[in-house]
């Protein structure tokens, strides 16, 4: 029998694409060795996106399926929620404004039959983004890449991804509630491939991001990947340091009134020496909360062959 690919295709406010897209995507699929279903998650549209999807699902039966959640959840609930429901042996998440494009579905395919549990679609160029979206994006990666510690993070890549059955049902046994999805893939580590892309223009429409929510999306995957953030407050120590030390030679190298001024800064920097010393401490309680809660596995077994010894007493 053939293998089952599923296509986790989210989409708010998508009306004017959302049979362009799945034209796109099965014309792609369709020159595949695959059987297929794209799963179309409404994430709470308040214009005609359901209305659309049903229409494709009655003209394509075999083919569309449509989750339809109860409000609007943002990006990383949309494609959990196909994560969820997904029971392809192949999973692709991507997004459905065309940016990233359906055919390159089938080169990733063959990363996955040459033996890759994950595979990467990331972005050559951003010819089509603007150019404020592309100094935040490069901020951002580079940010993100600095602060997540052991796991590898592809630079530059977003969620349009293919992974295994392995790799989903690993992804699906990570207790965390609250998972960017670009985070918790590369965590999950496994044989990774990466094909290159060119990000084409959104098909119509308008993004879906503003300032104030690609803000609040890089502090969650930020947060999400380490720790590392809150230990940044310990670098605040060597300043007061620095400040102390400027303030002693003030002592010795002034006189009159403006000796007064260098005993006030000693003070002030001893002062905050200790919030900042405080604040660090409760910094490194906070952070060992965070891991603990999100009951993340220490490490993640790719396979295991026991000694002839042990299969005795399996
Ligand atoms: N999206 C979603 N829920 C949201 C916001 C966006 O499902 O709350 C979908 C959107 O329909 C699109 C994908 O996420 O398929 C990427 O969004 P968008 O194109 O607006 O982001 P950009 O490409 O501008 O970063
Ligand atoms: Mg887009």
Redesign the pocket.
Known sequence: MKQLITVI??????EE?VEEYCMATMAALDLSNYTYEILL?N??SKDRTLLKMQMMQERYPNHIGIINLTR????E???YAGIRMAVGNIVVV????L?DPPDLILEMLKKYESGADIVIANREKRKNDNFF?RVTASIYYRVLDSLSGKIHLERGA??YRLLSGRALEKLRALPEVNGVFRVTVPFLGMKTETVIYTRNQ?FA?????NLK??IRYALDSLTGISIEPLRKISLMLPIASIIFLINIIGIFVADGYWKGFFYIGVLISIFFGFVFAALALIGEYIGQIMIESKNRPTSLIYSYDPSLNGKEFL
């Open positions: 295709a989210p989409m708010y406010n998508e694409i998650v994430d709470g609007n959840f943002g990006l609930g949309a494609i991507m997004d459905a404004d940016q979206k977003a969620n959104r429409g308008k993004t879906k991001y929510s690609m």
